[in-house]
């Protein structure tokens, strides 16, 4: 396997106007980090898995056929006394407002006991993130244990992924001891600045120097990856943003599958920023299968 993202998905629902009676609609669909990043390595025609659990409901049975249709390989356990998570997400041109009900999902009760089941699949490379790492303590155990237990050869990609309702002064020192764990991180400035205070790409690389790839994004800006004492900027595109969430993963998704191609830095970010450019303007988390395969 060229990946395996292990983390929660959850069903997505956003507000599509309301029925003749005035009560809201809602179209479905996938959210969640790391399957983001699964379904866009896939597209990309790279073969990967997505480890998670799911509760025995119509979420999760709409979950994994929504994944596996993409050809993502699907490593789920089912969770008869846990529900699937659902969260809404409500654009507005403030900033879309994001609800979670994820409390005692079936993915909260991942723990280090998975990890030998991504091993099995014998990764080139395996991504999590800080979501994972903040929706219980043996999520949290089992980030830890695939960053800290990986086999030699087998690439640890961490994306920060700071969320306000997740993060706080509570795990941020969690969130930084992982990180510098990783082979290679994702970190905006933003959620860098949210996180631990810093407010430019040299003071998140100091707060985390270990990394072989510290990828740090910069907003609207560009991005900048910074390796062995080089670093290398790459302007954003322009595009319209209709709404942001998910772009990120898009990103990660792009960088990573240069990188496993043992592309040339600048040439992963500008992939990176090129797929997340394709996010920013939809309202769900990944493009339609078919607008991205166009
Ligand atoms: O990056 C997009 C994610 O935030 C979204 O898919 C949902 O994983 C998610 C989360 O926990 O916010």
């Not at 949290?140 to 920060?160: C, I, N, S, Y």
């Not at 706080?168 to 860098?192: K, P």
Request: charged share 20%.
């Amino acid at each position: 396997m060229d990946a395996v993202c292990v983390g929660e998905t959850m069903a997505l629902l956003i507000p599509e106007g309301t029925d003749d009676t005035g009560a809201p609609r809602f179209r479905t669909d996938i959210g969640g980090t790391e399957s983001n990043v699964a379904v866009h390595l896939s597209r990309a025609g790279r073969p990967v898995v997505w480890r998670s659990a799911l509760g025995d409901d119509v979420f999760g049975e709409f979950l994994l056929s929504r994944i596996a249709g993409e050809g993502v390989r699907c490593s789920v356990r089912t969770d008869p006394r846990r529900p699937t998570a659902v969260y809404f997400k409500e654009p507005n041109p403030k900033g879309t407002r994001v609800r979670y009900y994820r409390r005692d999902s079936a993915a909260s009760a991942l723990g280090p006991e998975d990890a030998a089941d991504v091993w099995g699949f014998r990764p080139r490379l395996v991504h999590t993130t800080g979501i994972t790492a903040a929706i219980s303590d043996t999520a949290q155990a089992l980030v830890a244990e695939l960053l800290r237990e990986a086999p030699t050869g087998t690439l640890r990609t961490f994306d920060v992924n700071f969320r306000s309702a997740l993060h706080g002064e509570h795990n941020a020192e969690t969130i930084l001891s992982l990180a510098r764990q990783a082979d290679v991180v994702f970190c905006g400035v933003d959620e860098a600045e949210s996180l631990w205070g810093a407010t430019s790409v040299d003071a998140v690389r100091e707060l985390i120097p270990t990394p072989r790839v510290l990828v740090v994004k910069q907003g609207a800006e560009g991005a900048t990856a910074i390796s062995g004492g080089n670093s290398w900027f790459e302007p954003a595109p322009a595009v319209e943003v209709l709404e942001p969430v998910g772009a990120g993963d898009a990103f990660a998704a792009g960088f990573l599958d240069r990188l496993l191609a043992d592309a040339p830095l600048p040439d992963c970010l500008a992939a990176g920023a090129h797929l997340a450019g394709t996010v920013l303007g939809v309202a769900g988390d990944i493009p339609p299968a078919t607008s991205s395969r166009a």
